[in-house]
């Protein structure tokens, strides 16, 4: 037992660093808010986002013969180490580097699962995904229609680190899902922490679409929860609520839900309203009834996303939000979002819609 | 007297002295180097599709032995210092160390002419440097301050200076950019040659084929340097490339390999490299072998995938500053005291910069919005705060 309070205070302690440390600049830019609910019952153990991605890579690698698991430096774990281990235990056949080149390893994967192998490859920062465009754009996406059904490469899965992490500066910190989000045929989804990592994941890597998954890689070791061990899945398309009120609705993904989450509260502490936080999870394709009766519920709608504002991914939801929940908007629908500027070294604290700049246009829209 | 250097004191014995070609010769005592020059055997070039390489002998001048010193010494210590405040975290984002491949740069740059450019990868503070940047206009840049080379804007990866068309942080990406600054000098007819380098991990990107083959194509004026470090980020040669022969996976344009660890070799390869393209004979690809003492970016230890006692090895055994250092003294073109004495002056002038780095003022948040544009159109940048939107500014200089 007093074992047990030892570690309490410890962790407070480390919560009261973690908040201090929150006021510094260059340092992370949100609260982490660990998911309470379990998708499943059952055991559970204490993982963070890349503990939890490496858990969902080897009960696949287990279970599914036919998978492999290939990109830059991922024999030794890849730079975040989510396949730690994965070659050890799975052999060099299967889990395995590639040369530097990222339009071969999607090509490369396109082929894989086109011929019937369960394929993920790993690309080592999403900033690095534009040489495999051409391939994930043009190949990937569009095999089973062109080929009138008759072939697809859906077990393919492309995992890639993305968006801010205090100092990545211009190609290591950008949120491409928004390119992703133009192409039919293409599945993109980003979790906000390790449950949903492991369960999106999963469902991913069995979807029978090309999925690209996207992951906050500041949460990879700064996000921790307690993961049911065994296999889950949480579907694709579909949002959560994660916090209910009337007041607004606040959509956001990744690192984004965590900023809003906070959001809420202080906007529940201060101005003693309560708003819906939605995590979106999957960008596409999006689930448009939640999030649509979300905002005709509360008439007013806040999007937070790193990506830049212009033909960010807030614009489609935008769009589609006043053309649906036209007569029950009691505000313009707001968007805050990263600069229409090259993500900025020595600027991301300015760049970034932190929580601060959120609450700021929720205020604004609710005495409009 | 004799042991002045002989040019030096023929300057001494003439009443007008305009120009002492070596400071270091200025008094006769035994401190300072005895022979004006020497030549040194080359580690045999490994040649493809080429009847003749370069010179297999170089000769060394005393003031030239200094000078290559110095730059070795300073590349070496700006890395040093880089790593030292990346740990401090003062320099914060991704931080690529050159240590251990110094002279790849020197020797190139000793051959290179005013009028020739480099473009690179992400590996760049000593480039930077020897392109012409202040020590202070590295570290700066580094640490994100008003006097770096891109006033803070881009950190370690996106350095410039004059005829050096960056650091670039995409794999394999400044490639193609290095064919089309050829195209340039040719087109302009300025005489100019570009070397583009990029790394062994690199020389699997497609792009790389894409701008061999413009280049030879069109018979530009660039040089592709690739700087074999033995390790694509994690992933070492005989791992990740099917052909382990750089120099010669241009197919249909000539490759030397040169040992990248002899700064005169690259020297005396550069001069052929350049001989060539002016020439008219068109693109040429060059593999430098060399080594990377640290890891591939700061937070790879650079450990997992070879041994410390591989490192170690190199470091004794072929390491590009003391190897040099041993060859100039035995050659008597620099004495020990000479060596010290830069030691000493390289040592001041970049904990001087250091120091400086720390305490220099960062950019103003208006420049979040500069540069974006020559000339915005829409005269703000729209963004976090969509009713206060940033002006567009233009900090740097139009042409």
């Known amino acids: 037992m007093a074992s047990l309070v030892t570690k309490k205070s410890v962790l407070l302690a480390r919560l009261v660093k973690n908040v201090g440390d929150c006021t510094k600049r260059l340092s992370s830019h949100f609260i982490y808010y660990p998911d309470n609910e379990k998708p499943v019952e059952g055991e559970t153990t204490k993982m963070n986002m890349m503990q939890a991605i490496n858990n969902a890579m080897d009960l696949t690698l287990k279970n599914d013969p036919t998978a492999v698991l290939f990109?830059?430096?991922?024999?030794?774990?890849?730079?975040?180490?989510?396949?730690?281990?994965?070659?050890?235990?799975?052999?060099?056949?299967?889990?395995?580097?590639?040369?530097?080149?990222?339009?071969?390893?999607?090509?490369?994967?396109?082929?894989?699962?086109?011929?019937?192998?369960?394929?993920?490859?790993?690309?080592?920062f999403a900033d690095y995904i534009f040489p495999a465009f051409d391939q994930i754009i043009n190949e990937a996406a569009k095999v089973r229609y062109r080929s009138g059904g008759q072939f697809d490469c859906g077990a393919l899965t492309i995992r890639t680190p993305c968006s801010a992490v205090g100092h990545g500066g211009l190609y290591h910190s950008q949120s491409?899902?928004?390119?992703?989000?133009?192409?039919?045929?293409?599945?993109?989804?980003?979790?906000?922490?390790?449950?949903?990592?492991?369960?999106?994941?999963?469902?991913?890597?069995?979807?029978?679409?090309?999925?690209?998954f996207l992951e906050p890689k500041i949460l990879y070791r700064s996000a921790a929860e307690e993961v049911p061990v065994e296999d889950y899945t949480i579907p694709l398309g579909k949002a959560q609520v994660l916090r209910e009120g009337d007041a607004a609705t606040l959509i956001g993904w990744g690192t984004q839900v965590h900023?809003?989450?906070?959001?809420?509260?202080?906007?529940?502490?201060?101005?003693?309203?309560?708003?819906?936080?939605?995590?979106?999870?999957?960008?596409?394709?999006?689930?448009?009834?939640?999030?649509?009766n979300s905002v005709k519920k509360t008439g007013r709608c806040l999007i937070a996303h790193e990506a830049p504002l212009t033909s960010g991914f807030g614009a489609e939801l935008a769009a589609t939000i006043q053309e649906e929940c036209f007569l029950h908007l009691e505000a313009p629908i707001s968007r805050v979002t990263g600069w229409d500027a090259p993500f900025p070294h020595v600027f991301e604290p300015f760049y970034l819609p932190d929580k601060w700049r959120c609450y700021q246009s929720l205020t604004e829209m609710l005495n409009y | 007297m004799s042991k002045i250097i002989p040019s030096v004191a023929k300057l001494l014995a003439g009443n007008t002295v305009t120009k002492v070609g070596a400071p270091v010769a200025t008094t006769s005592s035994a401190k300072y180097s005895t022979k004006s020059e020497a030549s040194f055997e080359i580690k045999p070039y490994k040649l493809h599709k080429l009847e003749k390489g370069p010179a297999t002998t170089a000769t060394l001048t005393s003031e030239d032995a200094l000078k290559l010193y110095e730059q070795l010494a300073i590349l070496r210590r700006i890395e040093t210092a880089s790593g030292n405040l990346y740990r401090e975290k003062i320099i914060r984002g991704f931080c690529h160390l050159y240590s251990g491949q110094e002279a790849v740069a020197v020797g190139m740059r000793a051959a290179m002419r005013d009028v020739d450019t480099v473009i690179t990868a992400y590996r760049c503070h000593g480039w930077t440097y020897l392109m012409g940047a202040s020590v202070l206009g590295v570290l700066s840049e580094l640490t994100g301050r008003r006097t770096g080379v891109s006033r803070g804007k881009g950190g370690s990866m996106h350095l410039y200076a004059k005829n050096f068309y960056g650091g670039n942080g995409i794999v394999g990406a400044q490639v193609p950019l290095g064919a089309g600054i050829g195209f340039a000098h040719k087109y302009k007819g300025d005489g100019g040659v570009n070397f583009a380098l990029y790394g062994d991990g690199a020389a699997n990107q497609g792009q790389l084929y894409e701008a061999y083959n413009m280049a030879k194509l069109w018979d530009l004026p660039c040089v592709f340097v690739c700087e074999n470090n033995g390790y694509g980020m994690g992933t070492s040669m005989e791992r990740s490339s099917a052909s382990t022969d750089y120099y010669s996976r241009g197919d249909y344009i000539p490759g030397i390999w040169v040992d990248g660890m002899d700064v005169l070799a690259t020297r005396e390869a550069t001069k052929f490299c350049i001989d060539w393209?002016?020439?008219?004979?068109?693109?040429?690809?060059?593999?430098?072998?060399?080594?990377?003492?640290?890891?591939?970016?700061?937070?790879?230890?650079?450990?997992?995938?070879?041994?410390?006692?591989?490192?170690?090895?190199?470091?004794?055994?072929?390491?590009?500053?003391?190897?040099?250092?041993?060859?100039?003294?035995?050659?008597?073109?620099?004495?020990?005291?000479?060596?010290?004495?830069?030691?000493?002056?390289?040592?001041?002038e970049v904990d001087d910069a250091t120091k400086q780095a720390k305490v220099e003022p960062e950019i103003g948040v208006e420049e979040l919005a500069g540069d974006i544009y020559v000339d915005c159109v829409d005269p703000v940048i729209r963004g976090v705060i969509p009713s206060a939107p940033l002006q567009h500014i233009s900090v740097a200089q139009r042409n």
């Not at chain 2, 070879?306 to 035995?330: A, G």
């Not at chain 2, 830069?342 to 040592?347: E, L, N, P, Q, T």
């Open chain 2, 277 to 348: 393209c002016t020439s008219g004979k068109g693109p040429l690809v060059m593999e430098m072998e060399t080594y990377r003492y640290s890891g591939h970016s700061m937070s790879d230890p650079g450990t997992s995938y070879r041994t410390r006692d591989e490192i170690q090895e190199v470091r004794q055994t072929r390491d590009p500053i003391t190897s040099y250092k041993d060859k100039i003294l035995s050659n008597e073109l620099a004495t020990p005291d000479q060596l010290k004495e830069i030691d000493a002056k390289v040592r001041q």
């Open chain 1, 176 to 212: 491409p899902e928004a390119f992703f989000a133009h192409v039919p045929g293409l599945r993109v989804v980003v979790p906000r922490g390790p449950i949903t990592a492991k369960g999106l994941l999963l469902s991913c890597i069995r979807e029978k679409d090309p999925c690209v």
């Open chain 1, 259 to 292: 900023v809003l989450l906070e959001v809420a509260q202080i906007a529940e502490e201060k101005l003693g309203v309560k708003c819906d936080v939605i995590d979106l999870q999957s960008i596409l394709p999006w689930d448009e009834d939640t999030v649509c």
């Open chain 1, 71 to 124: 990109g830059e430096d991922v024999a030794f774990g890849g730079v975040f180490r989510c396949a730690l281990g994965l070659q050890e235990k799975y052999g060099k056949d299967r889990v395995f580097n590639t040369p530097l080149c990222e339009q071969g390893i999607a090509g490369f994967g396109i082929g894989l699962a086109t011929a019937g192998a369960t394929a993920i490859a790993e690309i080592q």
